[in-house]
């Protein structure tokens, strides 16, 4: 398990499926094709971690 420094999904050029990008805080990244119910499903994952994250404070 890595932490995620940054990510993002974006929608492939054919709109069949999402790239989902990912950074490390040393600035290693990886992306992943994935279908697009399971990019909805990781972006709510990221997101409910990175509301999690900013309550904590640094």
Do not use: K, N
Request: negative net charge.
């Amino acid at each position: 398990m890595t932490q995620v420094h940054e990510w993002r999904i974006e929608r492939t050029l054919d709109a069949g499926g999402f790239v989902l990008s990912i950074i490390a805080p040393g600035g290693e990244s990886q992306s992943f094709l994935v279908a697009p119910g399971d990019a909805q499903d990781i972006g709510e994952v990221l997101r409910r971690s990175a509301a999690w994250t900013d309550r904590r404070g640094p």
